[in-house]
């Protein structure tokens, strides 16, 4: 998949999701949820999989960050590298604007 068509992709779910929310009921939500395929790096110390480079399948989040947790330390993981055709440098976002991650850092 190119970058721009997961944008617009990305973009039109999460349009649809939020009508889904507001006029279905819950069990009716995202019957045919997106996700698009990544490579994730952790990079804790001391993790058995730090500086491995994994596939996931990443969910598409409701609200723009994208949560990647590591399988062996269950720390967040910040280096999410979409596998598009055209664009090796893109990073999905894991935090928000404010820099905050989605989870709290101990």
Not at 3 to 24: N, P
Not at 76 to 105: C, K, Q
Request: net charge negative.
């Amino acid at each position: 998949m190119k970058k721009e068509e997961f944008l617009s992709l990305s973009k039109a779910f999460r349009e649809r999701m939020q009508v889904e929310i507001e006029t279905l009921p819950e069990d009716e939500w995202g019957s045919d949820w997106m996700s698009t395929d990544a490579i994730a790096t952790c990079h804790t110390e001391g993790c058995s999989a730090s500086e491995m480079h994994l596939r996931v399948s990443v969910a598409e989040p409701l609200d723009g960050v994208y949560k990647v947790l590591c399988g062996m330390c269950s720390r967040a993981i910040h280096d999410v590298d979409p596998m598009f055709e055209d664009d090796e440098d893109f990073r999905l976002p894991t935090r928000y604007p404010d820099g905050n991650s989605w989870v709290v850092e101990t």
